[in-house]
Nanobody
């Protein structure tokens, strides 16, 4: 397992942008598939975006396609989530997760390490 720490959340107006970061501990970051999930009050935690080890394969939830971009810098042990054109329905706690297996990117149960989450609030 790896230790994950998210940052970059905050309050933003609809239409604005935020960039989330997730820094991982350890020297094997490049061997992990990384995912971003979110959980709104009263809702299940849902997949947002994910990226394979080398960054060449990414996947997005339909609700964020064209607005969010996931990327990683293996030299910095960090994965990013650039969020543009934010909507009020994007309000949630955003979690970073790591998977050491070749599980489907969007499947929550395939991830074995999770960060503590960072709050994103989008106001109208």
């Amino acid at each position: 397992q790896v230790q994950l720490v998210e940052s970059g959340g905050g309050l933003v107006q609809a239409g604005g942008s935020l960039r989330l970061s997730c820094e991982a501990s350890g020297r094997t970051f490049s061997s992990y598939t990384m995912g971003w999930f979110r959980q709104a009050p009263g809702k299940e935690r849902e997949f947002v975006a994910g990226i394979r080890r080398t960054g060449g394969n990414t996947q997005y939830a339909d609700s964020v396609k064209g607005r969010f971009t996931v990327s990683r810098d293996n030299a910095k042990n960090t994965v990013y989530l650039q969020m543009n054109s934010l909507k009020t329905e994007d309000t949630a706690v955003y979690y970073c997760a790591a998977s050491g297996s070749n599980w489907p990117i969007a499947v929550k149960s395939g991830y074995d390490s999770w960060g503590q989450g960072t709050q994103v609030t989008v106001s109208s």
